[in-house]
């Protein structure tokens, strides 16, 4: 059974920084695009960035030069350093596997940027 486990979230105050992780059980793990999306309250849940096999990454333009998405094939876990956080930031991040034909989703990490 593939599962995707999101760790690493939190409460932060404007202008901190968090670590989150996410650790996936897919035997093929190094030819998955993972990504990260979130969703916010009363809101749709949005794409915020990719990193491919090969390791060529993609963000949101709200987010670009503030994440960091990374990934360790050897832990089959990838990583999303989210540095100069915004109340806007907040929301439920969300892991995410694909190869196109196969699809997996995390359950979500509670993140929130609040003085």
């Known amino acids: 059974q593939v599962q995707l486990v999101e760790s690493g979230g939190g409460l932060v105050q404007p202008g901190g920084s968090l670590r989150l992780s996410c650790a996936a059980s897919i035997s093929s793990f190094n030819v998955y695009t993972m990504a990260w999306y979130r969703q916010a309250p009363g809101s749709q849940r949005e794409y915020v960035t990719f990193i491919a096999p090969d390791g060529t990454t993609n963000y949101v333009g709200s987010v670009k030069g503030r994440f960091t998405i990374s990934r360790d094939n050897a832990k089959k876990t990838i990583y999303l350093q989210m540095n100069n956080l915004k109340p806007e930031d907040t929301a439920v991040y969300y892991c995410?596997?694909?190869?196109?034909?196969?699809?997996?989703w995390g359950q979500g990490t509670q993140v929130t940027v609040s003085s």
């Open positions: 995410h596997g694909s190869t196109g034909r196969q699809v997996y």
